[in-house]
């Protein structure tokens, strides 16, 4: 398997249709992208108040891993496996509030750390317990209240993070209450890198999305590319709401109406004066993505306007192209096309990691 793009997007071709086509790529982006990427987990409300374990399924119909989000008495969040190393029993269902995990098949037991503690009945196994009895413990990131994690780090987050940091770090996350009257799922017809390919350009935005493009300034629009990451500043035409930067701000003076940052592959958050509405891009099959939209608000009254008032209206618009493009790809006379130097530098980006990461 072999893709390359190449690095000077004024030459660049994008991913070929086939990629999106085949089965094979489908899985071994599953396999290395996914099993190496950072996910979402939620904020802090997903691990219990006090001690105790959580259970949850990462990219559950996809991925599937089963994990337990643990606060212990010191305080400190572990994510770990749900699977026990006796016999591969899952660990907890739901929540527990006590201090230690307990497999309810043999009674095998572990602290909050997933330290191996004790197992009944194993007094005369030798070269026991050993390091691989302890339960696997995986890297957690963490902004305001928002947790992150990897089964495999395949980039290190913490820069990532510290960009976005600079950017959205005079808002005052911990503030940032989840509203799920405002949270949503939505299913899309389409293959979920195309998701993404739609997201990282604010292209479209005059041609699919004119309600939006009625606030934003499109002459200004701007996409600026980190590592894993990338970031689309939508600045307002005026009138609209717009941050209240702090005079040592690096945009102070700019008009931001909006602060959009994706995070390789499938994550993006998106920063608005109102709060925050994060979308986490869920593969199901080559045809089908689940996106799930969270929403947190912090000034509900800024909700109803700007870049960030819509977003319901916006997200349909961009299904309806995305599930077209979907449909065009499987033309036997679509190959590849190219990419906009001005305005598909995202794309651009996604493609190369994509390629990096899919070929062998
Ligand atoms: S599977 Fe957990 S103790 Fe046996
Ligand atoms: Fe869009």
Known sequence: MNYRIEPDIKKAETLPAEFYRNEKVFERLKERVFGGCWHWLGDESICPIGVGASSLKLLEGFLDEPLLVTRNEQDEINVLSNICTHRAFMILQGTSHSKQLICGYHGRRFDLNGRFKHMPEFGEAEDFPRACDHLPSFDLEQIGSFLFTSLDPLFDLKPTLDEIEKRIGFLPLDEFGRRDDLSKDYLVNAHWALYCDNYLEGFHIPFVHADLNAVLDYGSYETICYDHMNLQ????????????????????????????FWIFPNLMLNFYPW????????????????VSFITYVYDESKLHSGAGALLDKVEREDEFVVEGVHLGLKSKHYR?????????????????????YVSS
């Open 233 to 260: 500043i939508g600045y307002s035409s005026g009138g609209e709401e717009v941050f209240d930067l702090p005079h040592d701000h690096m945009d102070y003076g700019k008009e931001v109406a909006a602060y959009y």
């Open 275 to 290: 709060g925050l509405s994060v979308n986490v891009v869920k593969p199901i099959n080559m045809d089908k993505t689940k």
């Open 336 to 356: 590849t096309g190219r990419f906009s130097p001005t305005r598909e530098q995202g794309v651009h980006h996604f493609h190369s990691l994509l390629a990096k």
